[in-house]
């Protein structure tokens, strides 16, 4: 194959000329919108959204401080320290099992220095939980507020600060968030029962409330008592509906039914020893509950 040969294969006529020409420029074009041109479909926002956008900055910044933010720590009785709690504060095993041992004899720390000595935490450990150590009353101000007197002998007396004891009846929230390890959750709790037996009988029934711990109980009977059974509308036990009888905390709706049927087989009902004779009757609180019935 020659040049001429060759050449006429890039011959064109007019219109053959006119189609290329058309042609690249199409091409161009197109590479230009290519360039050019965004095609991204814009998302449509809401004016709701426009608003959490806003918002965002802020919100990052508060998670950020949240989670930065080191978990406060609230005053708590040493003597009551858990496994768990003893973990999160930075004890050791052997230190807790030190602690539940010496509790386990009925024995309490009175103090940060006493702690030391039965868990032998270190130094450190001590300086940084101390000061959220927060001992009963009668141990922080019995310790400050001693009066003391030599004999002959040299013996030491103690003058004992006397125990104010007030109605149970008659206490308010106030007065009973006196009593350490008693929040405003479990002053409400207490007054609720009050309020739902419409009085109480017998420090006894403190027992039946829920969160209040063996200590917590002790400190309530030494600062409370019942003086006198308050007045309130007794049920008459051989009268009372299904209903109100069900209603008494002491009885709720199985127990309340088997008294509706024990008294329409055996007749009236005279005193609590009949009571006592129907299956799952609380016997133990029998005494308390004569108090709230008219027979």
């Known amino acids: 194959m020659n040049f001429r040969s060759l050449v006429q294969y890039f011959r064109f006529t007019n219109q053959q000329r006119t189609g290329?020409?058309?042609?690249?420029?199409?091409?161009?074009?197109?590479?230009?919108?290519?360039?050019?041109?965004?095609?991204n479909e814009k998302?449509?926002?809401t004016p709701e959204e426009q608003k959490w956008m806003t918002l965002q900055p802020q919100i990052d910044v508060l998670k950020s401080l949240k989670y930065n933010q080191k978990p406060k720590v609230f005053p708590f009785n040493p003597n009551f320290i858990s496994d768990y709690k003893g973990y999160k504060l930075g004890m050791s095993v052997q230190e807790i099992d030190r602690l539940l041992s010496?509790?386990?004899?009925n024995k309490y720390v009175n103090s940060a220095k006493e702690f030391q000595e039965v868990t032998k935490v270190s130094d450190s450990?001590?300086?940084?939980?101390?000061?959220?150590?927060k001992f009963p009353d009668w141990v922080t101000k019995g310790n400050a507020a001693k009066k003391f007197k030599k004999d002959s002998n040299q013996k030491i007396f103690f003058k004992k600060e006397k125990i104010v004891t007030l109605d149970i009846n008659q206490a308010t929230q106030e007065d009973l968030m006196k009593i350490y390890?008693?929040?405003?959750?479990?002053?409400?709790?207490?007054?609720?029962?009050k309020e739902s037996f419409g009085?109480?009988?017998?420090?006894?029934?403190?027992?039946?409330?829920?969160g209040l711990s063996p200590e917590v109980l002790v400190e309530l009977n030494l600062h409370f008592k019942v003086s006198a059974i308050p007045k309130f509308k007794k049920i008459a036990i051989n009268d009372a509906s299904l209903k109100e009888l069900?209603?008494?905390?002491?009885?709720?709706?199985?127990?309340?039914?088997?008294?509706?049927?024990?008294?329409?087989?055996n007749g009236k009902i005279i005193?609590?020893?009949?009571?006592?004779?129907?299956?799952?009757?609380?016997?133990?609180?029998a005494k308390i509950i004569s108090l709230y019935l008219e027979f």
């Open 246 to 265: 069900s209603q008494f905390p002491y009885f709720r709706y199985a127990l309340a039914k088997q008294i509706v049927t024990y008294r329409s087989m």
């Open 199 to 210: 009085g109480f009988v017998s420090m006894e029934q403190m027992n039946d409330i829920w």
């Open 271 to 285: 005193n609590i020893e009949d009571l006592v004779k129907i299956k799952a009757f609380p016997v133990e609180k």
């Open 102 to 105: 010496f509790r386990k004899e």
């Open 125 to 133: 450990l001590l300086l940084a939980i101390s000061p959220y150590f």
């Open 181 to 193: 390890g008693i929040g405003e959750a479990l002053s409400i709790r207490i007054l609720k029962q």
């Open 20 to 39: 290329v020409f058309l042609f690249l420029v199409v091409i161009v074009s197109l590479q230009l919108v290519y360039f050019f041109v965004d095609f």
């Open 43 to 45: 998302e449509k926002i």
